[in-house]
């Protein structure tokens, strides 16, 4: 009986895993849905974000699919900015790890959209990529 009962907590354990590891595959297995209609697309457990022409959209991923989804045009876009940690960094030398990653999107009517990230890495290469596209609209 004693054994039992320590061994619950582990299996209590084993099913919230479990449960954790089913509920991100169907938020990648709708993502990846979603994802089919554009030219390029990211996805990562804080945003999805994808760019079909000049159009970047971008919203945060569920198991339903996409959800709070915002688009602008790349013709709107004012300045592109890696911020990390809250601070402005180099696309070129991003540092190597930081907690708080985010894209952020100038617009030209003064609004500011920021499109976090997981990774500075990731962030940095697509900032350097919309930074390129951005170049054909200015």
């Not at 009962?5 to 709708?30: D, H, R, T, V």
């Not at 760019?51 to 996409?66: A, E, F, H, M, Y």
Request: charged share 20%.
């Amino acid at each position: 009986m004693e054994r039992g009962l320590m061994w619950l907590p582990l299996l209590a354990i084993f099913i919230s895993l479990a449960w954790a590891g089913w509920n991100e595959y169907q938020k990648l297995e709708a993502y990846r849905a979603w994802a089919e209609k554009f030219d390029r697309a990211k996805y990562d457990i804080y945003a999805v974000l994808a760019q079909q022409g000049d159009n970047l959209t971008w919203g945060k991923p569920t198991r339903s699919g996409p959800v709070n989804l915002q688009t602008f045009s790349l013709k709107n876009v004012q300045s592109l900015r890696l911020l990390v940690n809250g601070a402005v960094v180099d696309l070129e030398n991003p540092p190597n790890s930081g907690s708080a990653i985010a894209l952020e999107f100038l617009l030209k009517d003064a609004a500011a959209v920021q499109v976090p990230f997981t990774e500075v890495a990731l962030a940095a290469q697509w900032g350097k990529h919309l930074q390129q596209e951005l170049q054909r609209f200015l």
